[in-house]
């Protein structure tokens, strides 16, 4: 990963350990267990009412939600860094969505009423943990917004501009090189889509030249159209 998304060590800027400084990360380790979650592993399920909370100190997990029909939906993408379980920490309801393992992960452990009690001594980390949560919610309002208003090529327009901000590594020749931390049917749940929509949409995008496709490698040729599909 682009070290400029990076913030101290492995953690990903913009998480909520990344939020903490030196001192808070510790004391917050200090409340939990680690643990290891290997590849396809849950770590969360869906309507569980487990009332845990955990954060990623290694790998990348993927939030998916089942609807009413039982298709899935994937939600996010979650990296080093990210806390799980801040919603039904905060509201005492079951989980929202199940939680997965894409690689091999790492992560604290602990009980909620340990988290409540760290956050009721700690303001400033309760802050930064209400602006990850203010950010969620303002991502999950815009990707609400893109599926009423984009159709499947603008959405996946959107989804590959995220993933390139977030995993992208420029090449020699000024493009953007992504290694799909994701499946093709996850990047058709993400962007909205059935798989034949997606692979039409990422053909159309291909025809244009604006990407480029090698198995799990995307190469991003044309970031400001993409960025024009997308709005």
């Known amino acids: 990963m682009n070290p400029a998304r990076q913030a101290d060590g492995e953690l990903t800027a913009g998480t909520f350990l990344a939020g903490l400084n030196a001192v808070e990360r510790e004391s917050l380790l200090a409340r939990g267990v680690k643990r290891a979650f290997p590849r396809g592993a849950v770590l969360m399920f869906q309507e569980d009412p487990d009332d845990r909370v955990m954060v990623i100190l290694g790998g990348r997990v993927k939030v998916v939600r089942i609807d009413e029909h039982g298709h899935d939906l994937m939600l996010s993408i979650r990296d080093p860094g990210d806390v799980l379980g801040e919603l039904a920490f905060i509201d005492g309801g079951p989980r929202v969505a199940t939680v997965s393992a894409l690689e091999s992960t790492q992560a604290l452990v602990m009980p909620a009423e340990i988290f409540r009690r760290h956050l009721e001594t700690t303001p400033r980390v309760a802050v930064v943990l209400l602006e990850i949560v203010a950010r969620r919610f303002r991502a999950a309002t815009e990707q609400r917004a893109q599926l009423g208003t984009l159709d499947t090529m603008g ?77």
Do not use: C, F, K, M
Not at 180 to 190: F, G, K, Y
């Open 155 to 231: 959405r996946l327009a959107a989804r590959i501009l995220d993933l390139a901000e977030r995993y992208g590594e420029p090449d020699s020749d000024g493009d953007t090189i992504v290694t799909l931390p994701i499946s093709r049917e996850d990047l058709a749940t993400w962007t909205g889509a059935s798989r034949a929509g997606l692979a039409d949409a990422l053909r159309r995008l291909r025809e244009l030249g604006w990407v480029q496709t090698d198995g799990r490698r995307l190469i991003v040729r044309d970031t400001n159209a993409l960025q024009d599909r997308a709005t």
